[in-house]
């Protein structure tokens, strides 16, 4: 159930903020990778593998140097590989560019992907640079985009690597397959507790949220370690009880 507080792209798990790029995460199997020389843009198409199944991470690296991602679960990989498919079609039927036939947002074909909490917006478009293929991911509730840029020219190459990949590895995610449980919404005082179930490439999850007016702090809990947070828990409360039905003479000895 979505609330009103904004999650960060970094907050999520799965996402990697910039002290962390480049390094490999605990746990992480790096399967196979590509590389695509595409006009002046390098992409590469890595398969990873955790304990909660397997994924792709596309990176484009630009002539500047920037590096852009996004992240894809293997069935996803397959959606996207039939739509540039799609694309490519369009794509080919088009005529010379003409600024005066051109949308005014530059859009000459947009699709949309949903998968768990994360949605993609593919939208072939054309600037005074040319005709490319937008790929952006966003998160559930917010967050800023991520998003990589394909050259329309190039899409039928990025097509035929992904096909490769899925040929060698399939397009089952592995993980788990059941239905995610609802949020949860506890008030103590002047504060709201909201707990969130989520699943993206690393595994499930809990976000834990304190939320104030003006205010919002929360941490993600990976499922692993759910049963020992547990296990914390019921200790203390175990120990506060105790203590708290010694008698006053018992507990000063």
């Known amino acids: 159930m979505p609330h009103s507080y904004e999650v960060s792209q970094s907050d ?36 990873k593998q955790n304990r909660r199944g397997r994924f792709m991470k596309v990176a484009e690296i630009g002539a500047d ?21 799609l694309f490519s079609d369009f794509y080919a039927n088009l005529g010379p560019p003409n600024p005066d036939t051109l949308p005014e947002d530059g859009k000459l074909k947009s699709e949309t992907m949903v998968k768990d ?22 998160i559930a509730r917010g ?14 190459e990025f097509r035929d690597a992904l096909q490769e990949l899925l040929d ?7 993980g788990y397959k059941g239905e995610l449980p609802e949020g949860r919404h506890m008030r103590v005082e002047n504060k709201n507790f909201y707990f969130d179930i989520g699943q993206n490439n690393r595994g499930i999850y809990m976000r834990i949220s304190e ?25 203390y409360v175990d120990k506060m009880k105790d203590g708290g039905e010694k008698g006053p003479s018992e507990s000063n000895k």
């Open 117 to 138: 909490n994360r949605r993609y917006y593919l939208d072939l478009k054309e600037n005074s640079r040319g005709r490319f293929l937008r790929v952006s991911q966003t």
């Open 211 to 235: 939320v104030k007016t003006n205010f919002r702090t929360a941490i993600t809990i990976p499922e692993k370690s759910w049963s020992r947070f547990r296990d914390i828990f019921a200790d």
């Open 65 to 85: 140097g920037r590096r852009n991602q996004v992240f894809l679960a293997l069935s996803t990989a397959a959606e996207f590989r039939d739509h540039l498919s």
């Open 12 to 47: 999520m798990p799965g996402f990697m903020g910039d002290e962390e790029e480049g390094q490999q995460q605990v746990g992480e199997q790096e399967l196979a990778t590509k590389m695509l020389q595409i006009q002046s843009k390098r992409f590469y198409i890595d398969v």
């Open 168 to 174: 060698e590895f399939g397009t089952d995610d592995g």
């Open 143 to 156: 967050g800023p985009r991520c998003q990589i840029a394909i050259p329309a020219q190039g899409m039928i």
